[in-house]
């Protein structure tokens, strides 16, 4: 079939939709809905029912080709980029039949892409490969996903004789700063089950993710003039430091952790003589340990603390999201169909947990199922960022499928 996928992800790549972690609005960068603007246009231009509403939430229908009643199911993306790297004047290049050699970025050619650093790159030989100019991120994450859910809108709507129940689409802002599903209206969106297309490698499948907590600890010090402070002063920046010093070196961190183990980590620190501020997000895929994690760094923080006369501790705690698994568990089907469809695609289906989460796991709370499927992103938040155009192609393969076998739906 002809795919759109390419063109639209290339188009869509240019748009700057950076998050701003430091937004007070909602999305927190208006220029996230310049980009959902566009994709509600496309989508009326097909002919489909859509709407933007005021947070920038991008609803879209497609209608059944058939008459039985089956669930709805819901596609998502999301339309932000990360602000680890600048995502403005992205330059998408098109790197034709790979050839295996390092890619330099004409930008900045001390980055470049190797199958040393990113062995999946050495399976794409052939593929045509995506990539930014060196000096920006790429914007994969999750523009391949909103440009996916579209080219599944055009085949759809171009070829009619597929046999489908209700389909419905989602794009959601601020994902990428744990914001996405804060301001969305379930009952507007009005799906059974969905799906997140916010995944990495070919025939991907995620049905499990972190469970998150952030946790502050606020260090209370005792001032004095420094001139006169001995036996006076208590430094919060020193408290501090001294209870990060405290954590391992060699477990219970990102950096030296993979898999299913968990970790803590302390994302910022600031403040000054009377106060030092320590964030920490907390993770595991079992949620029960992350009171476990809570009570450790607490009781780490209190032995620093108890130390200095004077000294106080503060300590709040923030549930973030949980492991979509807990829900999932609940609709086997749901990752059956996904697997199938992967399948169906011609792909072999490798099932995977997430180290991290998605709108899929605030979403599976709130009352639609959502595990996440693959999209071919690789090296994200990064400016090597790349992806496979056939991987997208083939991930669009796989929504064709799976559209199919909902249609089929017995009302397990």
Avoid at 62 to 90: E, L, R
Avoid at 362 to 368: P, T, V
Avoid at 388 to 409: F, N, P, R, Y
Wanted: glycine share 8%.
């Amino acid at each position: 079939m002809p795919y759109t996928v390419k063109d639209r992800f290339l188009r869509y790549v240019q748009i700057d939709t950076t998050a701003d972690p430091e937004g007070a609005g909602f999305p927190s960068s208006e220029k996230q809905k310049d980009l959902s603007r566009i994709l509600l246009q496309e989508l009326l231009a097909m002919g489909l029912v859509a709407e933007m509403d005021e947070w920038g939430y991008v609803f879209g229908t497609i209608p059944a080709t058939i008459s039985n009643k089956v669930p709805i199911v819901c596609f998502c993306s999301h339309v932000d980029t990360a602000p680890d790297v600048t995502g403005t004047n992205v330059k998408p290049i098109v790197h034709q039949q790979y050839d295996g050699k390092p890619i330099v970025l004409p930008d900045d050619p001390t980055q470049r892409i190797t199958t040393a650093r990113y062995p999946y790159l050495a399976k794409k030989l052939g593929d045509d490969i995506i990539t930014a100019s060196g000096t920006t991120l790429l914007g994969a994450d999750d523009k391949s996903g909103v440009a996916i859910i579209m080219d599944l809108a055009h085949q759809l709507v171009t070829n009619p004789e597929i046999p489908h129940g209700e389909i419905r689409i989602l794009f959601t802002p601020d994902e990428e700063i744990g914001k996405g599903v804060d301001k969305l209206d379930m009952k507007k969106l009005n799906a059974d089950f969905g799906y997140t297309l916010d995944g990495g490698p070919l025939g991907d499948f995620e049905d499990e993710t972190f469970s998150a907590d952030g946790m502050t600890l606020t260090f209370h010090g005792v001032s004095a003039h420094p001139g006169y402070a001995k036996g006076k002063m208590v430094n919060a920046i020193k408290l501090a430091a001294e209870f990060i010093n405290t954590l391992p070196k060699d477990h219970w961190s990102p950096e030296t952790t993979a898999h299913r183990e968990g970790f803590v980590h302390p994302h910022t620190v600031q403040g000054g003589l009377e106060k030092a501020v320590v964030n920490f997000i907390i993770r595991d895929h079992d949620t029960r340990k992350l009171k476990d994690y809570e009570a450790r760094l607490h009781h780490l923080a209190e032995e620093v603390v108890a130390q200095y006369p004077g000294a106080r501790l503060e300590v709040a705690i923030t549930e973030q999201y949980r492991n979509m698994k807990e829900i999932l568990n609940q609709y086997p089907f749901v990752a059956e169909y996904a697997l199938q469809a992967i399948a169906k695609a011609g792909l072999t289906p490798k099932h995977d947990i997430i180290r991290g989460g998605t709108d899929g796991s605030r979403l599976s709370f709130m009352g639609l199922p959502c595990p996440n499927i693959f999209t071919g992103m690789m090296a994200i938040h990064s400016k090597h960022e790349f992806i496979s155009v056939q991987d997208m192609e083939k991930a669009v393969d796989t929504l064709v499928e799976l559209v199919q076998i909902w249609g089929a739906h017995k009302g397990k």
